[in-house]
C-alpha cells in the first residue's frame, strides 16, 4: 500500500488559510487521497476525498498535483476549533477485501488567535 | 448520518480483569476495525472484520480477542488486561465511499 509522508507539526493563525501538505510519491492508479481529522479526546472525522482533480465542500478543499504524488488540504479561514491533528491516507475504491490502509501520525495542526 | 458507538468513554479495570469493549454501528457496514492510540504512536490496527462471524489480525492483536456475531457489533475482549494495555481504544466502521467512520473511543486504564 502507498506510505504517505507529512510534517509533524504546523500552525496558522486565525482566519488565516491553513495549507496541509501529504506526499503519496508511490500511490497507485486506482488510490483515492483521503484526508481526516482528530481533535482531541474525539475519533477521527472524515473531511475529504480526491482521485486526481481538486475537490471542495463545506470543511475543506483538496489539491492533488497532476502526478498525482501529492496533495495539499486547505482550510480556508481557519478557526481555534480546527486545532487537530489531520491524517491523509490512500485507499482504493470500493473498499473491503485485504486492503487496510495505515494511519501515520499524521500533522498536528494548532491555530492560534 | 453513520454513526459508530462505543458503549464506554472511561473505564477503569484492575490487571488480570476480562475486559469487553464493544462497538455498534448502524448504517449496515461490512467491514469493522478497532484501532489503540498512544502519545507518539498514531493509530494501530489490532483486529478487522469482513463480516459476521469473520476476524483478520491487524498489526498488535497479542493479547486481545474479537467477536463478530452480529453485523452490527464488533466486540474487542481483552482476555487479562495488563497496565500496557492502558490506552483510548476506538471502533470504526468503513463504507466505499466515504472510508472510515470512528466511534468517540474508549478510554481504558488499567491499575
Known amino acids: 500500500d502507498a506510505k504517505t509522508t507529512q510534517p509533524p507539526s504546523m500552525d496558522c493563525a486565525e482566519g488565516r488559510a491553513a495549507n496541509l501538505p501529504c506526499n503519496h510519491s508511490?500511490?497507485?492508479?486506482?488510490?483515492?487521497v483521503y484526508w481526516y481529522r482528530q481533535i482531541h479526546s474525539q475519533g477521527p472525522q472524515y473531511i475529504i476525498h480526491?482521485?486526481?482533480n481538486n475537490e471542495t465542500n463545506e470543511m475543506a478543499s483538496l489539491i492533488i498535483t497532476e502526478d498525482r504524488k501529492s496533495s495539499t488540504l486547505i482550510l480556508p479561514h481557519a478557526t481555534l476549533r480546527d486545532t487537530a491533528v489531520y491524517y491523509c491516507?490512500?485507499?482504493?475504491?470500493?473498499?473491503?477485501?485485504?486492503?487496510?490502509?495505515?494511519f501515520g501520525r499524521g500533522t498536528s495542526l494548532i491555530v492560534h488567535p | 448520518d453513520v454513526k459508530v458507538t462505543q458503549s464506554s468513554r472511561y473505564l477503569v479495570k484492575r490487571t488480570g480483569e476480562k475486559v469487553f469493549l464493544e462497538c455498534v454501528q448502524d448504517?449496515?457496514?461490512?467491514?469493522m476495525f478497532w484501532y489503540r492510540q498512544d502519545p507518539g504512536l498514531g493509530l494501530r490496527l489490532i483486529y478487522f472484520?469482513?463480516?459476521?462471524?469473520?476476524?483478520e489480525k491487524g498489526d498488535i492483536p497479542e493479547g486481545y480477542s474479537v467477536s463478530r456475531e452480529k453485523k452490527e457489533r464488533f466486540s474487542l475482549i481483552l482476555e487479562s488486561a495488563s497496565t500496557n494495555q492502558t490506552s483510548m481504544y476506538l471502533c470504526?466502521?468503513?463504507?466505499?465511499?466515504?472510508?472510515?467512520?470512528f466511534g468517540s473511543g474508549t478510554r481504558l486504564t488499567v491499575v
Open positions: 470504526a466502521s468503513s463504507s466505499s465511499t466515504y472510508g472510515y467512520t
Open positions: 508511490t500511490i497507485s492508479g486506482n488510490e483515492y
Open positions: 480526491g482521485l486526481k
Open positions: 491516507i490512500v485507499r482504493p475504491l470500493p473498499s473491503g477485501g485485504s486492503y487496510i490502509p495505515t
Open positions: 448504517m449496515d457496514h461490512e467491514n
Open positions: 472484520s469482513y463480516d459476521v462471524k469473520m476476524k
